[in-house]
Nanobody, 117 residues
Framework: QVQLVESGGGLVHPGGSLRLTCVASGSISSIDAMAWYRQAPGKERELIASITNAGAQYLDSVKGRFTISKDNAKNTVYLQMNSLKPDDTAVYYC????????????WGQGTQVTVSS
């Protein structure tokens, strides 16, 4: 099994920045993709950014403001979030694809991001 631990959330004013970190541990074989999701109150969890060795993809609403990066040696994925908006308020989660399998049955606790003045 894989464990996912997210950190770095907090309360920030509109226009501010945060950097989220997610560390994957456990029975890891070979992670070839990592992703960030978020879930706002009353809404479905949505994919906002993913990264492989070939590159990164973003949800349109975060493109140009958020940057996903990874450290393969540390099984860690980051999300740099700039120009934050109140609509970015959500619990942020990460997930990883290991040997072709995403661990959608092993979500971490997430990290709360609140954007408010």
């Amino acid at each position: 099994q894989v464990q996912l631990v997210e950190s770095g959330g907090g309360l920030v004013h509109p226009g501010g920045s945060l950097r989220l970190t997610c560390v994957a541990s456990g029975s890891i074989s070979s992670i070839d993709a990592m992703a960030w999701y978020r879930q706002a109150p009353g809404k479905e969890r949505e994919l906002i950014a993913s990264i492989t060795n070939a590159g990164a993809q973003y949800l349109d609403s975060v493109k140009g403001r958020f940057t996903i990066s990874k450290d393969n040696a540390k099984n860690t994925v980051y999300l740099q979030m700039n120009s934050l908006k109140p609509d970015d308020t959500a619990v942020y989660y990460c997930n990883v694809r290991d040997s072709g399998r995403w661990y959608f049955n092993a979500w971490g606790q997430g990290t709360q991001v609140t954007v408010s003045s």
